[in-house]
């Protein structure tokens, strides 16, 4: 397999690194899960088996954290089976170097100095990826379901009410935030609807003690 961009310079250290969330709102909306049928299918073919497996894991970590969290490069190589002997990431030209320098290839991750940014939803192929499937993938391709998208705005009415949800069951503003954080949302929007949510429950109660004579 040939990558689409010659060259990437991996600029990160050697043992831990931070992964945060890559904020695409379209790609977010458009895309699909790394651990889909999609991904299996489609893009296995065209970054491979370590990729897939790397990039499933740090959508996973992401899930759990999802303002980011620590990566132990070392342990990570081994858990996927590329550590080498001794069980580490290795030099620039490990296995493990390698399944990151593709990942970043390939635009699913992009270094930002120490930290790791990693794509929660994989594009569509394009066209030059289709090229590298056998021909009966290609024609299950051409037939595949694109999810339905979800614009920006839906996105954020659609936090806000499950925001507001979690609010009323007595939820804190962290916990509201994390909550949506695992539904998939951006950051920025789990923050903000946790904050709205907090300030309109607070107003309806009140409104309510107030009664309906109030101004």
Known sequence: MTAEIADVELALPVDVVHVVPWVDP?????????????????WLGVVGPSTTWLMRRLVAGL?????????????????????GNGGGAGGRNSP????????CQFGLAQTNGTQLAVRRRLPPL????????????RTLHATWPLPA????????????RLALTLSELGESIDAVQAQ????????????????????????????????????
């Open 63 to 83: 899930d759990r954290a999802p303002e980011g969290f620590a990566l132990d490069l070392a342990e990570t190589a081994q858990a996927i089976g590329i550590g």
């Open 96 to 103: 493990f170097a390698r399944t990151l320098v593709r990942a």
């Open 180 to 215: 949506l954080g695992r539904w998939r949302f951006a950051p920025d929007e789990c923050r903000a609807a946790a904050i709205w949510a907090d300030a309109e429950r607070a107003a309806r109660a009140a409104r309510a003690a107030a009664g309906p004579d109030a101004a």
């Open 26 to 42: 379209v790609i977010d909306a458009l895309g699909f899960d790394p651990r889909s049928d999609y991904v299996e299918l489609f």
């Open 126 to 137: 394009n066209a030059r990826q289709l090229e590298r499937l056998p021909a009966r993938l």
């Open 149 to 160: 998208r979800e614009t920006p705005d839906a996105a954020a009415r659609r936090a806000r």
